[in-house]
Each structure stands twice: as C-alpha cells, then as structure tokens.
C-alpha cells in the first residue's frame, strides 16, 4: 500500500465532518498537513486535538486570499476540496432561487477557485480530490437544487483529467453521512431522517465519515485512478 508519509497535503474544508476525518486518518499516517477553514474555533480544537496539523483561516471565497496562500504555502503533493454548505435543499416549487444561489457560492464556486489557485503549485504527480454528493444523481424530490450543485461539480471531473494530465482529478459522492452536516435539524428529526434513510441504504444504515475519509484516501493514495467520481452511498435507493 502507498504511503502518504510526509506528503503535502492540503485539506479545504478539513475542521469538520469529512474533511476533519480524513485529517485525523492523514495525521496518523505521517503527512504533511495544511488545513484551509473559515471557523477560527474548529481550526483551534483541531490544532489542540491533531498533532503536527498547520490551520489556516480563510474564506475560499475569498480568491485573493487563495492566491496569497498557495504562492506562499509552497509546493502541493495532493488537494482535497472538501468545502461545503447546507442551503439548496427543498421542492422547487417553494425553493429560494436566493438560497440556491448561495448554495452554489458556498460550494460550488469555492472548490473551483480553490482549485485553480491551487494549480500553479501541484505536483504534476498529485492529485486533487473534489468531495461532492449522491445527491447529483438522484431522482429524490426536494434534491434538485443540491444535485444541480454538486452535478455540476462532477460533470467537469472527466474534462478536467484530461486538461490537466498528468494530475489526477478525481471526487468522492457521499451517500447519507453522520456528519454536523445535518444539525440545521433538531436532534430527533435527524435520527428520523437517518432511520428513514437506513431503510433505502443496502447495508441497513447512513455512513461514518471516517468511511468515506477512508475512500478519499485511498483515491489519493492509488496513482492510477483518474477522472472519476467514485460513490460512497452504501448502495442508497
């Protein structure tokens, strides 16, 4: 198995949830960390929590923040893009046009210019890891705004292995994940929506984010992997 040993890491999004499980599992395997957040309190707990982990606060909204970062970071063995939000969820015909929109400006927009500010500084050899969601190839009603988000992330995952070759493009679509993703719900609502949910997963239930922190891994790890969007869903209906 490939080590990630003292690889150059960057994790966009990696105080929380997803991107803060892979930090962990990365941590202990030895590599070289920066994480990107805009949180100032979870980048703290995570430095007090995680070892040898470098923060850095930042909107990567803000591209010239980007820019400033990455020419001053040095050079970038592997980029994982897990920025996110909660808003474009809800039926279309209730559904804030407003909120799509800030929808797509909280993640769609900020792993593309995380990404190109990025470019300058990767290795050729490296990767960059986009994490998106099952919910761009759903038939879900109340899902059309979330998969028009993160569709549109993974339908530039192809074009974008082939522009950018040798680096390797690829995205991880979690299913339903036990992430503070899902606290806009009160707390019995959310384990209703996961036993609701548990019942059209194959395996019987929603998903760890250490397992889909284990799937980005061995993505970036794997050097022949390239230009797909691999699904972590449990085999969700």
Not at 128 to 149: F, K
Not at 156 to 164: D, R
Not at 219 to 237: K, M, P, S
């Amino acid at each position: 198995m490939t080590t990630l040993s003292k690889s150059r890491i960057v994790i966009a999004g990696g105080s929380s949830g997803i991107g803060l499980a892979l930090t962990k599992i990365l941590a202990e395997e030895g590599a070289s960390l920066t994480v990107l957040g805009r949180d100032v309190s979870k980048l703290q707990s995570l430095k007090d929590s995680v070892d040898g982990v470098k923060t850095v606060a930042l909107d990567a909204r803000d591209r010239a923040s980007l820019d400033t970062f990455f020419s001053t970071a040095g050079g970038v063995d592997h980029l994982v893009l897990a920025v996110s939000g909660g808003k474009g969820g809800g039926m279309f015909k209730e559904l804030s046009l407003q909120e799509l929109q800030e929808g797509f400006d909280s993640k769609f927009w900020p792993q593309l210019h995380t990404l190109q500010a990025a470019l300058p500084y990767m290795d050729p050899a490296g990767s960059v890891t986009l994490v998106t969601a099952a919910s761009a190839g759903s038939v879900l009603p109340g899902a059309s705004g979330l998969a028009a988000i993160n569709g549109a992330l993974e339908i530039m995952i192809p074009i974008l292995s082939a522009e950018l070759k040798p680096l390797r493009i690829n995205a991880v679509s979690p299913g339903v994940i036990d992430t503070p993703w899902w606290d806009f719900l009160p707390a019995a609502a959310k384990q209703q929506v996961f036993s609701d949910f548990g019942g059209r997963v194959h395996v019987g239930r929603v998903g760890r984010a250490e397992e889909v922190a284990a799937a980005i891994r061995g993505i970036i790890a794997n050097g022949y992997i390239n230009g797909i969007t691999l699904r972590c869903h449990g085999g969700l209906q």
